[in-house]
């Protein structure tokens, strides 16, 4: 079956860098196109990036230029490098595909941006 599994979170000083990544399995990874999506408290969960098969990448505008998304189709994981980060980054973020016209999303990984 389709599985997510996303690491990198943790706790970083605004202005600090932290790479996520997710680990794709159950599925052909090459072939499909994936998304990293986030959820502050109390907010709804949010488009971070995406990045399609042929490794086309589309970003919500207040990450544009601070993060970037990328995808190796050998170790089947996807990555969202984050720099400059700021408090308001702070969310849990989630890793997600569509297969089969169902939506899979993995367990997520806590970013925390504070000093």
């Known amino acids: 079956q389709v599985q997510l599994v996303e690491s990198g979170g943790g706790l970083v000083q605004p202005g600090g860098s932290l790479r996520l990544s997710c680990a794709a399995s159950g599925f052909t990874f090459s072939r499909y196109d994936m998304s990293w999506y986030r959820q502050a408290p109390g907010k709804e969960r949010e488009l971070v990036a995406a990045?399609?098969?042929?490794?086309?990448?589309n970003y919500a505008d207040s990450m544009k230029g601070r993060f970037t998304i990328s995808r190796d189709n050998v170790k089947n994981t996807v990555y969202l490098q984050m720099n400059s980060l700021k408090p308001e980054d702070t969310a849990v973020y989630y890793c997600?595909?569509?297969?089969?016209?169902?939506?899979?999303w993995g367990q997520g990984t806590q970013v925390t941006v504070s000093s």
């Open positions: 990045i399609t098969s042929a490794g086309v990448t």
């Open positions: 997600n595909t569509k297969f089969r016209f169902a939506y899979y």
